[in-house]
C-alpha cells in the first residue's frame, strides 16, 4: 500500500484529491488547512489515510456525502465565506455541516436569511451592531482616550459602581439601595394624592353650595409634613446619586441623551419647588394640584428597573420594528387624521340635516370639535357612548366610520408582524453568533 509522504503532505503545495458521492475534488493542502480544528483539516494530517477512506491507486479521499452542498463547504476554506444553495433543505444543510464539523453560525447572513425564507435588506441585518455602539458602555470607552490622573483611573470603576448593576458587589448593593428609594418615593406619591383629592372635593363642594349658602370658608390645601420630608430625604439621595453619576460620565452630552438621564435630572424639582412656594400654595392652592402633576415623573423612574435585569430580547425587537417602519406609522396617522375629520364632518351635518323637526331630545353635542372626538373614538373601535347618533345620516355615518376604522387599524397589523418576526430571526441569528465566538 503506497502511502504519501509525510513531508509532502506539510507542503502547502502539495494537492489533495477528494471524491464525494463520485464527484472528484482537487485542492491544496494548505486550503484545507484555513480552518484548524475540522475533517478537512485533519486530511492534511499523515495519519488520515488510515483513518479515512484512502484509495492509494487514485490517491484520493471518498466521501459518501452530497457533493452539492460539499461544493460550498470547500469554497467556504477559499474564500473564508459560506453560502449554500438557496433549494438546499434546511434539516440536509445541518446533516452536513454537522458532518464536516463546520459551525452553523458561520454561514453568511444573507444565506441564512435565504435558507429561512426571509427578505430583508443587508442593511437590516446590521442594525444590532449599530445599536449595540450606542449602548452606555460607550462612555467607559472613551474614558481610555483621556489623560492618564486619578480622575482616568477612578472614573470607570465609579461609572461603573452607578451604571453597571453586575458588573461588582457594590454595583449590586448601590442599585439594590437605589432601587429602594425608587419604591419608596411612589408609594409617597400615591399617599400625596389623597390630601390633593380632598382639597379638589373640599373645593368643589365649596364652590357648589356658596351660591346657596354663601359660605365663605375656603378649603385649605395641606399636605402632611411627614410626606414631605420623606419625599425630601429620596430625592436627597437621587441628587447624590445623579450627581456623582453626572461628575464621572465621560462625555455629558451624550449622558443626556439618555431618556432615563433625563428622567432623573425632571424627578429633582417638584420637592425643591414645594418647598420654596410653601406659602404660595396656600394662597394659590391650585399650585399644588400642579405640583402633583410633576410627581408624575417619579412614576418614570421605574423604568430604571430595567437596568437590573437584562432586556428581553423581545422588547428590543420591538423598539426596532417600531423605529423600522416609522414611516408607514405616520403615514397611517395621516390617514386617520383624516378620516377624523371627514367623518366627523359627516356626522355633525347628517345630524343636523337629517334630524326631524318636531324632534324635542337633547343632541349630545354642541360643536363640530366634539363632534372629531367621536369620529375617533368610534374609528379606533372604542365606542365610549358618550356621544350617539339619533338620525338615519348619522347612524349610517357611524357605521361607514366604524368599518373603515377597523380598515385601516387591522391592514398594517400583518406587515408589523412580518417586519416583527424578520428582526426576531435575525436577533437570534446574531446571538448565537456571539454565544459560539465566545466558546
Not at 488520515?48 to 466521501?63: G, K, M, R
Not at 463546520?102 to 454561514?107: G, K, M, V
Not at 326631524?356 to 365610549?384: K, M, N, Q, R
Request: with cysteine.
Amino acid at each position: 500500500m503506497h502511502l504519501p509522504c509525510p513531508s509532502q503532505m506539510e507542503d502547502s503545495k502539495e494537492k489533495v484529491i477528494l471524491n464525494i458521492g463520485g464527484v472528484r475534488y482537487e485542492t491544496y493542502s494548505s486550503t484545507l488547512r484555513t480552518f484548524p480544528g475540522t475533517k478537512l483539516c485533519s486530511l492534511t494530517e499523515p495519519h488520515a489515510p488510515n483513518v479515512y477512506d484512502y484509495d492509494p491507486t487514485t490517491n484520493e479521499f471518498f466521501f459518501d456525502r452530497s457533493a452539492e452542498v460539499f461544493t460550498y463547504v470547500l469554497n467556504y476554506y477559499r474564500t473564508k465565506h459560506f453560502h449554500c444553495p438557496i433549494n438546499t433543505c434546511r434539516s440536509v444543510l445541518e446533516e452536513e455541516l454537522a458532518f464536516w464539523e463546520i459551525n452553523e453560525t458561520q454561514l453568511a447572513s444573507c444565506c441564512w436569511l435565504k435558507l429561512n425564507k426571509k427578505e430583508v435588506q443587508p442593511e437590516e441585518v446590521n442594525i444590532w451592531d449599530e445599536n449595540e455602539q450606542t449602548d452606555d458602555h460607550c462612555l467607559i470607552i472613551q474614558a481610555e482616550t483621556s489623560d492618564s490622573n486619578w480622575r482616568t483611573r477612578w472614573q470607570p470603576k465609579i461609572w461603573s459602581i452607578f451604571e453597571k448593576p453586575f458588573s461588582s458587589f457594590s454595583a449590586k448593593c448601590l442599585a439594590f439601595v437605589s432601587l429602594l428609594f425608587i419604591v419608596g418615593i411612589v408609594i409617597i406619591f400615591c399617599e400625596e394624592t389623597k390630601a390633593q383629592f380632598e382639597f379638589f372635593t373640599a373645593n368643589f363642594t365649596s364652590a357648589g353650595f356658596s351660591e346657596v349658602f354663601h359660605d365663605k370658608r375656603e378649603p385649605y390645601y395641606h399636605q402632611a409634613a411627614y410626606l414631605l420630608h420623606l419625599e425630601l430625604f429620596c430625592v436627597l439621595w437621587f441628587t447624590f446619586e445623579f450627581s456623582v453619576r453626572f461628575c464621572f460620565c465621560p462625555d455629558k452630552k451624550l449622558f443626556f441623551q439618555n431618556p432615563l438621564n433625563v428622567i432623573d435630572f425632571l424627578s429633582l424639582f417638584p420637592v425643591y419647588i414645594e418647598f420654596f412656594v410653601t406659602w404660595h400654595i396656600q394662597r394659590m392652592p391650585s399650585l399644588g394640584l400642579w405640583l402633583g402633576l410633576l410627581r408624575v415623573v417619579y412614576l418614570l423612574k421605574l423604568l430604571k428597573i430595567s437596568k437590573l435585569i437584562e432586556t428581553p430580547l423581545i422588547l428590543r425587537v420591538l423598539v426596532y420594528t417600531l423605529k423600522s417602519i416609522l414611516r408607514e406609522i405616520c403615514i397611517l396617522l395621516m390617514i386617520l387624521a383624516f378620516e377624523t375629520l371627514f367623518f366627523g364632518s359627516l356626522f355633525f351635518y347628517g345630524e343636523l340635516l337629517g334630524i326631524h323637526p318636531s324632534y324635542t331630545g337633547e343632541l349630545h353635542f354642541t360643536d363640530i370639535l366634539v363632534c372629531f372626538w367621536w369620529a375617533l373614538i368610534t374609528l379606533t373601535t372604542v365606542g365610549y357612548g358618550d356621544i350617539i347618533p339619533v338620525t338615519t345620516a348619522g347612524q349610517v355615518t357611524a357605521a361607514l366610520a366604524a368599518v373603515f376604522g377597523m380598515l385601516t387599524i387591522t391592514i398594517p397589523i400583518p406587515i408589523f408582524l412580518v417586519k416583527f418576526k424578520s428582526y426576531y430571526d435575525i436577533a437570534i441569528f446574531k446571538q448565537k453568533l456571539k454565544r459560539s465566538k465566545k466558546h
